[in-house]
């Protein structure tokens, strides 16, 4: 598998970041809507994979879509939501229909997540380890002041229903920064989210 993101705003694609550090799976920058040369050179040299675009036409373009699929000979996938947010929803439970890509944390099983304030890129990318060793964790993003509806109604919905709340499956998670990056009170609504005492 190939992700495609934008090489001109990072937003929608940095959830790449922690899938390729979890698989191993290549990330190329593509412009809204260009696919620069040596890009090209690499998707020539690797038809028989298949690529995902990870952002909505905002940020890669239908002719980049169309371009990759012409290269290829197949379909080209894409991921796509109205915020950065909701994306980053989306690939974490994404399940693709072709292979085995995707993080598929659509269940209630009990899982992990990082949580990552979208503006603070570097505290992202230097703890994409955190992807791939411990709890395996996809990305979820965050503001700094406020936990998005749509992260917080994810989390609820794949968090374990039980009848005895300090059983297992657990919820986990780390937040990426200092009280700085993210506040206090979101650290507690991420953490409310999270929580399965009293659940039922």
Known sequence: DIIVI?????????????????????????????????????????KDKNYYILGNEKTVGSKVEE???GMIGKD??????????????????????VDTFGWKHNTNDGWAFS??????????VSAC??????????????????LPDAVSEYVLRV????????????????ILGSLNDIT???????EKVLGVAGKK
């Open 76 to 97: 080209v996938i894409r991921i796509s939501a109205n915020s950065p947010y909701t994306l980053s929803v989306k690939f974490a439970e994404y399940a693709s229909e």
């Open 67 to 69: 371009k990759i699929r």
């Open 159 to 174: 968090n374990p229903q039980k009848d005895i709340p300090s059983m297992p499956p657990y919820m986990h998670s780390y």
């Open 184 to 190: 206090h009170d979101v650290q507690v609504e991420i």
């Open 115 to 124: 949580f990552g304030e979208l503006r603070r890129w570097y505290n992202i």
């Open 6 to 46: 934008s090489g001109q705003d990072y937003r929608e694609g940095i959830p790449a970041s922690f899938y390729a550090a979890h698989k191993g799976t290549p990330i190329i920058l593509v412009e809204q809507d260009a696919v620069p040369e040596p890009v090209m050179n690499f998707i020539s040299s690797n």
């Open 129 to 146: 380890l955190l992807a791939h060793v411990g709890k395996h964790t996809p990305l979820l993003l965050t503001d700094k002041n406020y």
